[in-house]
T-cell receptor, first 115, second 115 residues
Framework: AQTVTQSQPEMSVQEAETVTLSCTYDTSESDYYLFWYKQPPSRQMILVIR??????QNATENRFSVNFQKAAKSFSLKISDSQLGDAAMYFCAYRTFQGAQKLVFGQGTRLTINP | GAGVSQTPSNKVTEKGKYVELRCDPI?????LYWYRQSLGQGPEFLIYFQGTGAADDSGLPNDRFFAVRPEGSVSTLKIQRTERGDSAVYLC?????????????FGPGTRLTVT
């Protein structure tokens, strides 16, 4: 079974600075998807960014980018120019490429933005 | 258009009671997922529907939990003889289809408290 580990329960960053959230995962599959989700206090999970494992290029979405290291099974999220609205819980998630559609989530990292 | 909605937003029930949690997916989405998020944890998969049928129910913890989607749209998660350990946020998500990559859109969840 696949597992996802987020070793940073909490992180904080100054507004406008850059922060990196860590995620590692374990799988025997070669093709899969990886995601970062944001969960504000409203509880609604919002997709931030995704990465297909077969793509070597790291995904980027505006201020959000990932560092995908397939051999190391590492998938970190970098947030540049942090904004107060970025404060939330962040979850790393894994999904197999074919078959089961379920997402496997990590434990989450609570990100605080200091003004 | 409207997103995924879940009712009720909060539910408090006594130990041993029966509860139903409702999920209205995005119109036209054939795939629907239920997850359970315990306090301080990431969501855990419960069950996945493709149309009216449960394609994967491997995450249901025991036979007290049951879910239906009789017309391929609205889904109801049913919990019998509730226990205090069932207290959690129950998240529902839907996606256009269950094959290939299709983003899962989440609802705001139902917070269930068993006293």
């Amino acid at each position: 079974a696949q597992t996802v580990t987020q070793s940073q329960p909490e992180m904080s960053v100054q507004e406008a600075e850059t922060v990196t959230l860590s995620c590692t995962y374990d799988t025997s599959e070669s093709d899969y998807y990886l995601f970062w989700y944001k969960q504000p206090p409203s509880r609604q999970m919002i997709l931030v960014i995704r990465q297909e494992a077969y793509k070597q290029q790291n995904a980027t979405e505006n201020r959000f980018s990932v560092n995908f290291q397939k051999a190391a099974k590492s998938f970190s999220l970098k947030i540049s120019d942090s904004q107060l609205g970025d404060a939330a819980m962040y979850f790393c998630a894994y999904r197999t490429f074919q078959g089961a559609q379920k997402l496997v989530f990590g434990q989450g990292t609570r990100l605080t933005i200091n003004p | 258009g409207a997103g995924v909605s879940q009712t009720p937003s909060n539910k408090v029930t006594e130990k041993g009671k029966y509860v139903e949690l409702r999920c209205d997916p995005i119109s036209g989405h054939t795939a629907l997922y239920w997850y359970r998020q315990s306090l301080g944890q990431g969501p855990e998969f419960l069950i996945y529907f493709q149309g009216t049928g449960a394609a994967d129910d491997s995450g249901l913890p025991n036979d007290r939990f049951f879910a239906v989607r009789p017309e391929g749209s609205v889904s109801t998660l049913k919990i019998q003889r509730t226990e205090r350990g069932d207290s959690a946020v129950y998240l529902c998500a839907s996606s256009l289809t269950g094959t290939g990559f299709n983003e899962q859109y989440f609802g705001p969840g139902t917070r269930l408290t068993v006293t």
